[in-house]
């Protein structure tokens, strides 16, 4: 039975108090994309919402299969935040598989036990036959790490990627999963998008206080919804495994609407 110590508490309510608010800017990037009038932002919204819910519900009904699909997709989200980061137009795919590989399954890598117990809360039954296929992962990795050196040698910016991963990956060794895991979504992920997205609204949004109103006010929405889950499932799970099923199903929740508007439609624009 995993139980959370003081620590990773605190790693969790970085993860609700710096982590999710990162997702909150999606408002400011609907105004990038032109959603700008009354009648476009809340459609916006209201789609917005709906992806989010249906999430929530699949992962209800499937979780084994909602959380393997919560697996790739942040695969895919960190490895092209941190390639669009990197300002390197070549070998998008192979930096993305990369990074974001390295992140997920360094922290399994480190943390077999611990993480598997959290996916079992996640999931509801055992993950432990994902265990066997782990090597893949891990071979995966490595032949991706070996090319990405390789192409270091031309592409000095790669240099600085590699530096980042030995660091991060380090660090996540030091450290039990879940803080591991909010180092980096925290100040890592986070900061670099929170960067991008400031550095065009600034360019491209006269108005300063839409960004800042509609950030708050999907922040505030989102805190009030996990209290709420939280309260909820407390009613026939453990305090621990309430917060966990919270974080997590609510960020798979945010992030399928928050990765479709980020990674496949405002980076085509603003990348």
Same mark, same amino acid.
């Given at each position: 039975?995993?139980?959370?110590?003081?620590?990773?508490?605190?790693?969790?309510?970085?993860?609700?108090?710096?982590?999710?608010?990162?997702?909150?800017?999606?408002?400011?990037?609907?105004?990038?994309?032109?959603?700008?009038?009354k009648k476009k932002f809340l459609i916006f919204t209201f789609w917005y919402i709906i992806i989010s819910l249906s999430v929530i519900f699949f992962?209800?009904?499937?979780?084994?299969?909602?959380?393997?699909?919560?697996?790739?997709?942040?695969?895919?989200?960190?490895?092209?935040?941190?390639?669009?980061?990197?300002?390197?137009?070549?070998?998008?795919?192979?930096?993305?598989?990369?990074?974001?590989?390295?992140?997920?399954?360094?922290?399994?890598?480190?943390?077999?036990?611990?993480?598997?117990? @959290? =996916? !079992?809360? *996640?999931?509801?039954?055992?993950?432990?036959?994902?265990?066997?296929?782990? &090597? #893949?992962?891990?071979?995966? %990795?490595?032949?991706?790490?070996?090319?990405?050196?390789?192409?270091?040698?031309?592409?000095?910016?790669?240099?600085?990627?590699?530096?980042?991963?030995?660091?991060?990956?380090?660090?996540?060794?030091?450290?039990?999963?879940?803080?591991?895991?909010?180092?980096?979504?925290?100040?890592?992920?986070?900061?670099?998008?929170?960067?991008?997205?400031?550095?065009?609204?600034?360019?491209?949004?006269?108005?300063?206080?839409?960004?800042?109103?509609?950030?708050?006010?999907?922040?505030?929405?989102?805190?009030?919804?996990?209290?709420?889950?939280?309260?909820?499932?407390?009613?026939?799970?453990?305090?621990?495994?309430?917060?966990?099923?919270? @974080? =997590? !199903?609510? *960020?798979?929740?945010?992030?399928?609407?928050?990765?479709?508007?980020?990674? &496949? #439609?405002?980076?085509?624009? %603003?990348?």
């Amino acid at each position: 039975m995993y139980e959370l110590s003081i620590i990773s508490l605190v790693a969790l309510c970085l993860i609700s108090f710096i982590g999710v608010p990162h997702g909150s800017f999606d408002g400011a990037v609907a105004a990038l994309l032109g959603y700008r009038s009354k009648k476009k932002f809340l459609i916006f919204t209201f789609w917005y919402i709906i992806i989010s819910l249906s999430v929530i519900f699949f992962w209800i009904e499937f979780p084994l299969i909602a959380l393997l699909l919560f697996i790739f997709m942040s695969i895919i989200h960190f490895g092209l935040c941190d390639w669009s980061f990197l300002k390197v137009k070549q070998f998008k795919w192979v930096i993305t598989l990369t990074h974001g590989v390295g992140i997920i399954f360094g922290i399994i890598f480190f943390h077999t036990e611990e993480s598997f117990q @959290i =996916f !079992i809360y *996640l999931s509801n039954e055992s993950f432990l036959f994902f265990e066997q296929y782990l &090597f #893949i992962f891990y071979f995966l %990795f490595l032949i991706l790490f070996l090319i990405y050196c390789y192409l270091s040698i031309t592409l000095k910016k790669l240099r600085w990627g590699i530096l980042e991963m030995i660091a991060i990956l380090f660090i996540v060794s030091q450290l039990d999963p879940l803080t591991g895991f909010a180092l980096y979504f925290c100040f890592v992920h986070t900061t670099k998008h929170v960067y991008a997205i400031l550095q065009n609204t600034n360019k491209h949004l006269e108005n300063k206080k839409f960004v800042f109103t509609t950030t708050a006010i999907f922040t505030v929405v989102t805190w009030i919804g996990g209290c709420i889950s939280i309260i909820y499932l407390n009613n026939n799970f453990s305090f621990t495994e309430s917060f966990i099923k919270t @974080i =997590f !199903i609510g *960020l798979a929740a945010l992030t399928l609407p928050h990765m479709t508007l980020i990674d &496949f #439609i405002y980076r085509k624009k %603003f990348n």
